[in-house]
């Protein structure tokens, strides 16, 4: 077996062992799609406070503003994306982004595992901006997962109609008006 398929054999799993039978159990009006939107828009939030407190906590300079800026916009244009694909997810067939993901949710895990161990050593508000930045990390392949995941068929309604079973002359003791 190659690296590549043994990636592939744990990001399936991942989605199908872990991720699936929660999107199965969530409540009807929440899909996994817009829980992993969700879960995005965290991130792109606690990335914004993660590169905004050193700029109002230390100052800035011209060169940190515009970095930092270019970074948050690049995640909010990879959120604008994403929310222009969700109309590709539809109940009933495969998802399209399963695939079309794959090497974004293994780039973003490395990313994550990088951000773990960066995170180990710190002190004081590094530290703590060290962490903010992981969970966003984490919250953001927690979304990539949940936007991958199977969307469930519709459900059937059920017949809301109440009252007797057998209608016509039954229902008035057998006489006939």
């Keep these: 077996m190659t690296s590549s398929n043994f990636i592939v054999r744990c990001d399936d799993w991942l989605i199908d062992r872990v991720f699936q039978p929660i999107a199965n159990r969530l409540p009807g009006g929440l899909s996994a799609v817009q829980l992993g939107l969700s879960f995005q828009l965290g991130s792109l939030m606690l990335n914004g406070a993660a590169l ?35 109309p590709l997810i539809r109940p009933g067939m495969m998802n399209p982004l399963r695939p079309m993901m794959l090497s974004m949710r293994m780039i973003a895990i490395a990313f994550l595992i990088y951000q773990l161990f960066r995170g180990l050593d710190g002190v004081g508000i590094g530290w703590i901006l060290s962490q903010l930045m992981t969970l966003s990390q984490l919250t953001f392949v927690m979304g990539l997962y949940f936007v991958s995941c199977q969307p469930q068929p519709p459900r059937q309604r059920m017949s809301s109609r109440t009252g007797p079973i057998i209608e016509g002359v039954w229902s008035t003791g057998g006489r006939i008006n």
């Design 52 to 86: 905004l407190l050193p700029i109002v906590l230390f100052g800035v300079t011209l060169g940190g503003l515009v970095d930092t800026a270019l970074i948050w916009f690049m995640n909010l244009a990879f959120f604008l994306g994403m929310k222009k694909t969700i």
